[in-house]
């Protein structure tokens, strides 16, 4: 077959001939005073035929296609070839005899095709894009329907700096970094197979295609979507499918070094996938939802945000950097946890994991009135502060791990929330400086306490803790309470005998005598529940007295006395004996 171009003058008919810019060209068009060297017919040319158009030296550097609806086959810049760039009209492109049409760069230099490029239009013949050995920057590309396959073996770079038009596909193939900043208006799906795709500032796509990040027919190829609007703010709305791949083979990020770059569009878990952040300035929100039936696993130092309610049931592994779950975002559907050393899990919203571990080094904070709740096994690996926070374990939970080296800091707002029956169950609470675990079990039945730590707010605090817990629960009920604590948060008059216990700034007695050499503990049975609670001595008296004295007077004794305050003292009882053991009530005074 056939295709005609035309400058009034010029007409070719198709034939694979190699011509190579002539590095005796005397200006940049490419039509006029023999710039091409014609290898078929060994004689200089005025203008290029269809075919293979190659550079190899360093002869006008920029050059201007002048012609008029020009095609050929393919451009190659060759070893020799400097950093050239090709201005001027647009370049369609044709496959010849089966073999792809193609722009290859077998240089080191970057090379720069500043016209419009058109494929074909066939949908079996792929344009090939092949930054071998150095970078490309190409202008505007109408794939008219012809796959756009780039390649490099190297990890060179394509830049994309117009829009990218037609119904054909994109594909990322071998170690190709490629780079889009058009607002893309091609229709076709974009395929990472290998190498990675950036999305920079501004840069957009037809809403209706989607990304696959790794192909399952090549799982060791590593493959990559990455924002790369280093001042943020940039919003990718397309759906994202993340498929089979091996081991650290599929990522989704970004590496802005400040604000948020977000991806919008709905994300499908064919195979875990990494999500990176590479600057710990940096965050990358993602708002859609996840699903799948694999998990994520968060790395890079920068911040990732949840928002979208996603329902993805694989791990959430935590190795480095932030991720933060803000309002409408999830972990997944009662999806795992796991915390590594150096990284941080932070929930501003309410949320509900299955299996939660805390790994020693690892960070979880809970945000103000939010909740995180825990169905499955809570393992300590190292401290959690509640803050104003609030943490809970399902009544089908279990705690592991919980120790002087690892608990639940829990002297905020924020309250540790369990199901307790009549067999004793532990809450590991404390403060940032002291473990002080309590154990509570009911008499009868079961409900939900939540506890928490507070100072000590009586007059009376020398002879009790530095510290008190708060027990809340639904009603009333009867309790038994093992409370444990250490030397250093005892009252300079913390009793060393029997100890009493201190609810609500009144003393209940108990006849309990501490054990254990620092911590130490007391237990404590049959205590009407709930509210604020410290063992300790014997509570200080509401009247302050002076004066107290007795004389006889006519076969009387009269009790005369004087105090210097009384709070909240309604009445003194007056008692007489006959023995000094068994005493009888006499009569009342006022307070």
């Known amino acids: 077959f056939s295709i005609g171009f035309s400058m009034g003058f010029y007409s070719n008919i198709f034939a694979?001939?190699?011509?190579?810019?002539?590095?005796?060209?005397?200006?940049?068009?490419?039509?006029?005073?023999g710039n091409w060297w014609n290898t078929s017919t060994s004689s200089v040319v005025t203008l290029p035929g269809f075919g293979n158009l190659k550079f190899d030296n360093s002869t006008i550097s920029s050059t201007v296609n002048n012609l008029s609806g020009y095609a050929t086959h393919a451009i190659y810049f060759l070893s020799g070839s400097s950093a050239r760039t090709i201005n001027?009209?647009?370049?369609?492109?044709?496959?010849?005899?089966?073999?792809?049409?193609?722009?290859?760069?077998?240089?080191?230099?970057?090379?720069?095709?500043?016209?419009?490029?058109?494929?074909?239009?066939?949908?079996?013949?792929?344009?090939?894009?092949?930054?071998?050995?150095?970078?490309?920057?190409?202008?505007?590309?109408?794939?008219?329907?012809?796959?756009?396959?780039?390649?490099?073996?190297?990890?060179?770079?394509?830049?994309?700096?117009?829009?990218?038009?037609?119904?054909?596909?994109?594909?990322?193939?071998?170690n190709t970094y490629s780079k889009f900043s058009g607002s893309n208006t091609f229709t076709g799906n974009v395929y990472i197979d290998e190498g990675e795709v950036w999305?920079?500032?501004?840069?957009?796509?037809?809403?209706?295609?989607?990304?696959?990040?790794?192909?399952?027919?090549?799982?060791?190829?590593?493959?990559?979507?990455?924002?790369?609007?280093?001042?943020?703010?940039?919003?990718?709305?397309?759906?994202?499918?993340?498929?089979?791949?091996?081991?650290?083979?599929?990522?989704?990020?970004?590496?802005?070094?400040?604000?948020?770059?977000?991806?919008?569009?709905?994300?499908?878990?064919?195979?875990?996938?990494?999500?990176?952040?590479?600057?710990?300035t940096g965050t990358v929100e993602f708002s859609g939802v996840i699903s799948g039936a694999h998990g994520i696993d968060k790395i890079g130092v920068g911040t990732v945000v949840f928002s979208g309610n996603n329902t993805y049931t694989g791990v959430n592994t935590l190795k480095a950097g932030k991720l933060t779950v803000n309002a409408g975002g999830?972990?997944?559907?009662?999806?795992?946890?796991?915390?590594?050393?150096?990284?941080?899990?932070?929930?501003?919203?309410?949320?509900?994991?299955?299996?939660?571990?805390?790994?020693?080094?690892?960070?979880?904070?809970?945000?103000?009135?939010?909740?995180?709740?825990?169905?499955?096994?809570?393992?300590?690996?190292?401290?959690?502060?509640?803050?104003?926070?609030n943490l809970v374990l399902a009544s089908s939970g279990s705690i592991s791990g919980a120790g002087s080296s690892s608990y639940i800091i829990a002297n905020g707002s924020g309250t540790f929330k369990q199901n307790v029956g009549t067999s004793a169950v532990e809450f590991p609470v404390g403060t940032s400086s002291s473990y002080m675990p309590i154990e509570i079990n009911t008499s009868s039945g079961s409900a939900d306490f939540e506890v928490r730590l507070i100072s000590n707010s009586y007059g009376n605090a020398a002879s009790y803790l530095d510290k008190n817990w708060v027990i809340t629960s639904t009603g009333s009920p009867t309790v038994d309470l093992?409370?444990?604590?250490?030397?250093?948060?005892?009252?300079?008059?913390?009793?060393?005998?029997?100890?009493?216990?201190?609810?609500?700034?009144?003393?209940?007695?108990?006849?309990?005598?501490?054990?254990?050499?620092?911590?130490?503990?007391?237990?404590?049975?049959?205590?009407?529940?709930?509210?604020?609670?410290?063992?300790?001595?014997?509570?200080?008296?509401?009247?302050?007295?002076?004066?107290?004295?007795?004389?006889?007077?006519?076969?009387?004794?009269?009790?005369?006395?004087?105090t210097a305050s009384e709070l909240n003292n309604h009445h003194f009882d007056i008692e007489k004996s006959m023995n000094g053991q068994d005493f009888m009530s006499i009569g009342r005074v006022s307070g």
């Open 16 to 33: 694979q001939t190699d011509y190579y810019w002539r590095s005796g060209a005397t200006h940049p068009n490419w039509s006029g005073a």
């Open 88 to 174: 001027g009209n647009s370049i369609r492109f044709y496959d010849y005899s089966g073999n792809d049409p193609r722009i290859k760069n077998e240089t080191s230099n970057d090379q720069t095709i500043n016209v419009d490029i058109l494929g074909d239009g066939d949908a079996s013949d792929p344009l090939l894009l092949e930054a071998h050995s150095g970078d490309f920057i190409l202008k505007k590309i109408n794939n008219n329907g012809s796959p756009i396959w780039v390649n490099s073996d190297n990890g060179n770079t394509i830049q994309f700096t117009d829009v990218i038009s037609g119904s054909g596909v994109f594909v990322n193939r071998y």
């Open 199 to 280: 999305v920079e500032e501004n840069c957009s796509f037809n809403n209706s295609i989607s990304f696959d990040v790794g192909s399952s027919s090549r799982m060791a190829d590593v493959a990559k979507l990455l924002m790369t609007d280093l001042n943020g703010g940039t919003t990718l709305s397309n759906n994202l499918v993340v498929n089979q791949g091996n081991t650290d083979t599929r990522y989704i990020g970004g590496v802005n070094t400040s604000n948020t770059n977000t991806f919008s569009g709905n994300i499908t878990l064919n195979r875990y996938v990494n999500l990176e952040v590479t600057q710990s």
């Open 330 to 389: 999830s972990l997944g559907n009662n999806a795992d946890v796991v915390i590594q050393s150096g990284a941080t899990l932070e929930i501003n919203t309410n949320v509900t994991v299955d299996d939660l571990n805390i790994n020693s080094g690892g960070t979880l904070t809970i945000g103000s009135g939010s909740t995180l709740t825990v169905n499955g096994t809570l393992t300590l690996g190292d401290d959690i502060n509640l803050g104003s926070g």
């Open 482 to 562: 093992k409370f444990t604590w250490p030397s250093s948060e005892e009252g300079t008059s913390f009793p060393t005998g029997n100890i009493n216990l201190h609810k609500d700034g009144s003393t209940l007695t108990y006849n309990v005598t501490k054990s254990g050499t620092d911590p130490y503990s007391a237990s404590y049975s049959g205590v009407s529940c709930c509210g604020q609670f410290s063992p300790g001595g014997t509570a200080t008296l509401p009247v302050e007295l002076i004066q107290f004295d007795v004389v006889v007077e006519e076969s009387q004794n009269i009790l005369r006395w004087v």
